[in-house]
């Protein structure tokens, strides 16, 4: 696991982005694991600069999200479908059939999850996953407790998160109870992982996912049994680190 410390929130993007285009450039049929949250927007918007200004071709790219909340329909404007295709999907080359959001209207959510793990699987498997993380130190909706082995299931949000989360909608009460959620064994097949953050309000969770114990209590610190993971902050996210860290991960691409 590498920590590496950035200036600002749009550094810290651009680093992550060009990490992302390094393994589309040396794969062009790379499977991409792809986050929601406010963390991955910059990210995303400097793709999109990538496509637009430097050509970088998403047209044979394959993408699974970790998640998306049960009981909001596709058009919902908090929902992750609708969220993937403002920020990102509509502005780039991807094809439609190689994107997949879990879909939190399945009427069978077991057999959904079931169905969701084998297309990971069929593709070759996750080649990258972008992660941010809950103040929590949630990763995707694994909330605090879940089972380091777990693949993609239903979860109950915490009230934690459905605080946080709930500045995007109108009260409280709009917020959705469950989530589906890649679990945190499905992460941790990816071959190669990039986690987020930046702000004070993260840390606390970026202190211990970084120089705390391995514990289903904080599940980012997952992270560091993953030989090839990436974490990128901000200064702010930084402040409650105890250790030095370097501003340039070690080598751009692991190969
Ligand atoms: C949600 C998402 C997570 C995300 C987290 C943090 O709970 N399921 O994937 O990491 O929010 O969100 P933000 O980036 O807005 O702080």
Redesign the pocket.
């Known amino acids: 696991m590498e920590v590496v410390v950035k200036e600002s929130y749009e550094e810290m993007s651009k680093l992550s982005a060009e990490l992302i285009a390094e393994v589309i450039r040396r794969k062009p049929r790379a499977v991409l694991g792809l986050?929601?949250?406010?963390?991955p927007l910059g990210t995303y918007k400097e793709l999109i600069r990538l496509h637009k200004q430097e050509g970088l071709d998403f047209s044979r790219v394959i993408t699974f999200n970790?998640?998306e909340y049960v009981g909001l329909v596709h058009g919902h404007p908090q929902s992750y479908h609708y969220f993937m295709s403002e920020n990102l999907f509509k502005h780039i080359n991807v094809n439609p059939k190689n994107v997949h959001v879990p879909d939190g209207t399945a009427k069978d959510i077991p057999g959904f999850c079931r169905w969701y793990e084998e297309q990971i699987v069929k593709t070759g498997g996750l080649d990258l996953q972008l992660?941010?993380?809950?103040s929590n130190g949630?990763i995707?909706?694994n909330e605090p407790g879940s089972s380091l082995g777990s693949r993609t299931r239903i979860k109950t949000l915490d009230d934690k998160?459905r605080q946080d989360?709930a500045r995007f909608f109108k009260n409280m009460n709009e917020v959705p109870k469950y989530a589906i959620t890649m679990g945190i064994g499905t992460i941790m097949d990816a071959r190669q992982l990039i986690l987020l953050a930046n702000g004070a309000g993260k840390a606390d969770a970026i202190l211990k996912t970084c120089e705390g114990p391995i514990t289903a209590i904080v599940p980012a610190t997952i992270v560091q049994l993953h030989p090839k993971a990436t974490i990128i902050i901000d200064k702010q996210a930084a402040t409650k680190l105890t250790r030095e860290y370097p501003a340039e991960p070690r080598v751009l691409v692991l190969a």
């Open positions: 986050a929601t949250g406010s963390t970790l998640d992660l941010g993380i809950g949630h995707a909706f998160t989360n």
